[in-house]
């Protein structure tokens, strides 16, 4: 059964940094391209960052570019979001995801591209 287990969510103050890590089962992020989504009470879950399978390409949303940074580690299986320069309007449950096909040559935004999902995990950034 695939699973992907988000983890290092919290509370941090605006500048502040964090690492979110999705830990895969059943699936490898060498064959599937992985992205991490966000979303916030009343919209819609949003786009964040994306990566080839394998890591050899990336590609993030306008607001994160520069402060957020999406990796890949082959041998443990797990897709990290590292998250610095934090600011409030970054605050939402943040979903990790897994293409539904392998091999996919190209790191789409599109939500209905992934197929398997995280439970997600709170970021919260306070003032």
């Known amino acids: 059964q695939v699973q992907l287990v988000e983890s290092g969510g919290g509370l941090v103050q605006a500048g502040g940094s964090l690492r979110l890590s999705c830990a895969a089962s059943e699936l490898s992020f060498s064959m599937r391209n992985g992205a991490w989504f966000r979303q916030v009470p009343g919209k819609d879950r949003e786009f964040v960052a994306g990566?080839?399978?394998?890591?050899?390409?990336?590609l993030y949303t306008d607001s994160v570019k520069g402060r957020f940074t999406i990796s890949i580690s082959n041998a443990k299986n797990t897709m990290y979001l590292e998250l610095s320069s934090l600011e409030p309007e970054d605050t939402a449950v943040y979903y990790c995801?897994?293409?539904?096909?392998?091999?996919?040559?190209?790191?789409?935004?599109?939500?209905?591209?992934?197929?398997?999902w995280g439970q997600g995990t709170q970021v919260t950034v306070s003032s």
């Open positions: 990566i080839k399978w394998g890591g050899g390409s990336t």
């Open positions: 995801a897994a293409d539904q096909a392998r091999w996919n040559s190209g790191i789409t935004p599109t939500l209905s591209a992934y197929g398997y």
